[in-house]
């Protein structure tokens, strides 16, 4: 039994930098998320007795083993749970721009966690789902999820997992601003590991997260586009000074991120519900109402390329594709 399983990306609103137990992937701190219908990955997985490795093909290229060790963390902990002795094919195209700062990770690890479980025979609650996307990559919890979700750190493999806050069905998206997709310098895993051991602002950041976590949950209770938009543009700038203080010091910015930061100021001048986040990578993405995404694009296509500027709304969670 093999089928193809769909996951979506998910861009955090309040931001996962920071791990409390690197082997595990227990985070430093509660993150929140929105899942996004433009960027997803399609993964189809195969236990076949005539391999004798684990494969991965990605976008129909063989992977080498750096690539494929997340991925064969996903694969054991299933084979333990179906206990299963047999290697794995793993296919999987990307619909997202990989390690450009789009949450690649996030969408590939969830598909994958789907997509292993269920050629395992496995029937995973999304709790389980999500325990096992993490293993693969923290932000992957997430993606198991449609709408707002939030990972809650937890203390161990039974505990740190993602649950759905809110569907989103109403006026909010985002508009992702693509400055850059090569592969970024300083992976996520090495750069927030760099900040937890070495910046003087980590401690600084996570006091400060309790109150962004309470208030942007209370924003989208109210279905506040405003407020949400407002907190996750504080969050996210918060998250990138961390990494200034780091020894060596690094950032994700680059002179195209600050013109598009500065694009969204001036949206906001004009009366425009606009604000930004970034991950580890430079581009940017506005949060912003739905019914003003194809607006605010127009506004934005004397500065950026029409390939550049990518709509995106709410998207679903994992789920079985034909
Ligand atoms: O998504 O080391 O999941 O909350 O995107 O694989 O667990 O790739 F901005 C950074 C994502 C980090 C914030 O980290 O790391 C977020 C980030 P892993 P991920």
């Known amino acids: 039994m093999s089928n193809w399983v769909r996951a979506h990306t998910n861009i955090a609103l309040i931001k996962y930098w920071g791990k409390e137990n690197e082997t595990l992937i227990i985070p430093k701190n509660n993150s929140l998320s929105l899942t996004l219908d433009a960027f997803y990955t399609d993964t189809k997985v195969t236990f076949d007795k005539h391999l004798t490795k684990d494969e991965l093909i990605l976008d129909g290229k063989e992977q080498d083993d750096s690539a494929l060790s997340k ?5 054991e902990e299933v084979r333990k ?8 094919r793993v296919e999987s195209i990307n619909h997202v721009p990989t390690a450009a700062g789009l949450a690649s990770s996030a969408s590939g ?21 999500s325990k ?7 932000s992957a919890s997430r993606s198991i999820f449609g709408g707002f979700a939030e990972w809650v750190k937890g203390h161990d493999h039974d505990s ?8 989103a069905q109403w006026d909010i998206g985002m508009l992702f601003i693509i400055v850059n997709d090569a592969v970024k310098e300083v992976s996520s895993r090495d750069g927030m590991k760099r900040t937890v051991e070495t910046s ?3 401690d600084g950041w996570l006091k400060s997260l309790d109150t962004d976590l309470k208030e942007i949950k209370i924003a989208i209770s109210e279905r506040d586009v405003e407020k949400v938009g407002r907190i996750a543009e504080r969050n996210a700038l918060k998250m990138h000074a961390t990494t200034l203080g780091a020894d060596p010091p690094f950032t994700y910015w680059t002179a195209e991120s600050m013109t598009a930061m500065n694009a969204v100021r001036e949206l906001r001048k004009q009366g425009y519900t ?6 580890a990578g430079p581009n940017v993405k506005i949060i912003c109402r739905q019914s003003q995404l194809s607006d605010i ?15 995106a709304k709410p998207g679903p969670g994992l789920h079985l594709i034909d």
């Not at 749970?81 to 794995?88: E, K, R, S, V």
């Open 109 to 129: 690890l969830a598909a994958l966690a789907g997509a292993a479980s269920h050629a395992a025979g496995l029937d995973l609650s999304d709790k389980d789902l």
């Open 132 to 138: 096992l996307a993490r293993i693969g990559s923290g």
């Open 274 to 279: 606009a604000y930004f986040t970034m991950d």
């Open 297 to 311: 694009k127009n506004k934005l296509s004397s500065m950026f390329k029409e390939g550049q500027l990518i709509e």
């Open 81 to 88: 749970m179906a206990d299963l002795h047999l290697y794995a």
């Open 200 to 202: 003087p602002f980590y």
């Open 71 to 75: 991925v064969q963390r996903v694969l």
């Open 160 to 167: 740190s997992y993602a649950v759905p806050v809110d569907d």
